[in-house]
């Protein structure tokens, strides 16, 4: 049971550049995030999607889009790299087991860097 | 404002003996989620010890306990007889309110040691 894939691990880019990040659950979860975590600053979210095909703003969306291409794969999109979106990338999924309980499952992480 | 207020940048504890992690919450929903996260230096965000608002009882998972003080807004955890694979980054999250339950709050962390 392989939880929450990311790919890729590692990426470097130029600045300008573009580029996917992908995310694959095999958990059946209707929810799925992106998550951004720079150093000292904890996690902070990008985008999320409740449900397939819903996706909504997190705290720190702007350079970025998504992609709820179906139940399983959540993709995270910088069309125009910068520097400022050098970070460690988190994709994460849950379930809503019940009304305030609602547990993430993280992916390794995406290692990127923009110069 | 910080949703997630952890304090303690860094702390250092000795093998087998209990620790206390601190976390401070800020929100205005009667429903919310308190979580806490463990992230060991290969970066992967571990899932550890959940509480919900309206739990009556701390929650408990092996040696890990949450110390649920709604009034004072806090959520620390307890680590019982540390172990040294328990160093690592710790967060603390949070999910807030019915209609933006899919919503979560990460605080800055605390990296925990464990000495010999």
């Known amino acids: 049971n392989a939880g929450v894939t990311q790919t890729p691990k590692f990426q470097v880019l130029k600045t300008g550049q573009s580029m996917t990040l992908q995310c694959a659950q095999d958990?059946?979860?209707?929810?799925m995030y992106w998550y951004r975590q720079d150093p000292g600053m904890g996690l902070r979210l990008i985008y999320y999607?409740?449900?397939?095909?819903?996706?909504d703003k997190g705290e720190v969306p702007n350079g970025y889009n998504v992609s709820r291409l179906n139940k399983r794969e959540f993709s995270l999109r910088l069309e125009s790299a910068a520097p400022s979106q050098t970070s460690v990338y988190f994709c994460?999924?849950?379930?809503?087991?019940?009304?305030?309980?609602?547990?993430?499952?993280f992916g390794a992480g995406t290692r990127l860097s923009v110069l | 404002a910080q949703k997630i207020t952890q304090t303690q940048p860094g702390m250092f504890v000795q093998e087998k003996e209990a620790v206390t992690l601190d976390c401070t919450y800020d929100?205005?929903?009667?429903?919310?989620?308190l979580f806490w996260y463990k992230q060991p230096s290969s970066g992967e965000m571990i899932f550890l010890i959940y509480?919900?608002?309206?739990?009556?009882q701390n929650a408990t998972e092996g040696r890990y306990s949450l110390n649920f003080q709604k009034a004072r807004k806090s959520a620390n955890l307890v680590i019982s007889a540390s172990q040294l694979g328990d160093s690592a980054m710790y967060f603390c999250?949070?999910?807030?309110?019915?209609?933006?339950?899919?919503?979560?709050?990460f605080g800055s962390g605390t990296k925990l040691n464990v000495k010999p």
């Open positions: 994460a999924s849950s379930e809503l087991y019940r009304v305030d309980k609602n547990i993430q499952y």
């Open positions: 958990m059946n979860h209707n929810s």
């Open positions: 999607s409740a449900s397939e095909g819903t996706t």
């Open positions: 929100t205005s929903d009667q429903s919310y989620g």
């Open positions: 509480q919900g608002s309206y739990d009556e």
């Open positions: 999250a949070m999910r807030e309110g019915s209609y933006n339950f899919n919503k979560f709050y």
